[in-house]
């Protein structure tokens, strides 16, 4: 699958509620999330229009990581 090129910051932190994160803190334009499925995880999501694609793809990768997912199956689940 292709990363998606115009995701908001705040659509990403909604899409990854599917996930299992919740916002724990946001401070300026960045918004922490953290889990605690599959052990605990945190990340920081910039609040930006949109996110970079680099930007979102080393997030997304850690992501996909942490869960133990490629990316194709994680941006399949968080259906961006």
């Known amino acids: 699958m292709k990363l998606p090129r ?3 910051g705040s ?3 909604k ?6 994160y919740a916002v724990v803190r946001q401070r300026g334009s960045h918004i ?3 889990t605690e499925v599959d052990g605990p ?3 920081v999501i910039p609040n930006h229009r949109p996110i970079k694609t ?8 850690s ?3 942490h869960h133990g997912l ?3 199956e994680l941006l399949g689940k968080l259906d961006l």
């Open 41 to 43: 995880n945190k990340e």
């Open 32 to 34: 922490s999330i953290a």
């Open 70 to 72: 490629t990316m194709d």
């Open 11 to 13: 659509e990403l932190v």
């Open 15 to 20: 899409a990854l509620k599917v996930m299992g």
């Open 6 to 8: 115009d995701i908001l």
């Open 54 to 61: 680099g930007t979102l793809s080393g997030i997304l990768k």
């Open 63 to 65: 992501i996909s990581a």
